[in-house]
């Protein structure tokens, strides 16, 4: 038996002939389960980050769910599952009325005029002329005041011829009132309009010293932005070729 440099005891070597010595079984086997080893640490870490990621977005859902139903329950109480009652005012009544419109609007509804209503005088004494052909019309504008033909203002001229006697018409949606006196005050003028007016359809016989009340229209009036009038008109000649001469004043009637 041969020894190696240390002094160890050396095997035989083989006779001629004989098959090489068995290999140990269990020295490759380590290899193999290292290998097998990682891999499986390799799946279980994929696994797990898949995982972390399906919870992450998991709570990222919920997070967003609560963020929601926090946004639509905004002014609850804490604590409570029902909403907050908020204070809304009950819806009024529907009378079927409506309200009086403000001053300066075009409403159709008529501001009260009573005695202590401040007028204000608009001017005096103004001289009309109304000559016109037999059947024509002139078209008297009480606002500033003046006369032309064109369709109708305040009040309406008939002319007429052959003995027939010549008239007035209010124009519609002013009111008026045929009074007895020239000197009355613009709360006496609509004290008589409103007792004893008189309607479009009725013609008011153009003769000396008829006197008219006239309260001009309010829905016109604020279409123009102008004022509403209260005018008095008196007849004050009458001429044989069938002219006729008018007197006016007018108040402005406070809105």
């Known amino acids: 038996m041969s020894s190696d440099q240390h002094g160890a005891a050396l095997p035989p070597p083989p006779k001629p002939g004989s098959p090489p010595p068995a290999k140990p079984r269990g020295g490759s086997r380590w290899p193999l389960v290292a290998v097998g080893a990682a891999a499986l640490a390799v799946v279980l870490g994929l696994l797990a980050t898949v995982l972390s990621l399906r919870a992450l977005d998991q709570a990222n859902d919920a997070r967003d769910i609560a963020r929601a139903a926090g946004a639509g329950r905004v002014g609850e109480p804490p604590g409570t599952g029902e909403p907050a009652q908020t204070s809304t005012p009950p819806a009024p009544a ?9 001053p300066g609007t075009s409403g159709s509804a008529e501001p009260s005029i009573d005695p202590q209503t401040p007028f204000k005088e608009k001017y005096v004494d103004e001289r009309l002329t109304l000559r016109a052909s037999c059947n024509t019309n002139l078209d008297i504008d009480l606002d500033k005041p003046e006369v032309r ?4 203002e305040e ?7 052959g003995g027939n006697s010549s008239y007035f018409n209010l124009a519609p949606g002013t009111k008026g009132a045929q009074v007895d006196a020239a000197t009355l005050s613009a709360a006496d003028c609509d004290d008589r309009i409103d007792k004893g007016g008189i309607g479009t359809d009725i013609n008011v016989p153009a003769r000396k010293s008829v006197v008219l009340c006239i309260r001009t229209n309010l829905t016109d009036a604020r279409e123009r932005g102008d004022t509403w009038k209260m005018a008095l008109v008196q007849v004050t000649d009458v001429n044989d070729d069938g002219t006729v001469v008018l007197t006016a004043k007018a108040w402005d009637i406070p809105l």
Do not use: M, N, W
């Open 94 to 102: 529907t009378t079927g009325a409506e309200p009086p419109p403000e």
């Open 155 to 161: 009040l309406r001229f008939t002319a007429r011829c």
């Open 149 to 152: 033909v064109s369709d109708g």
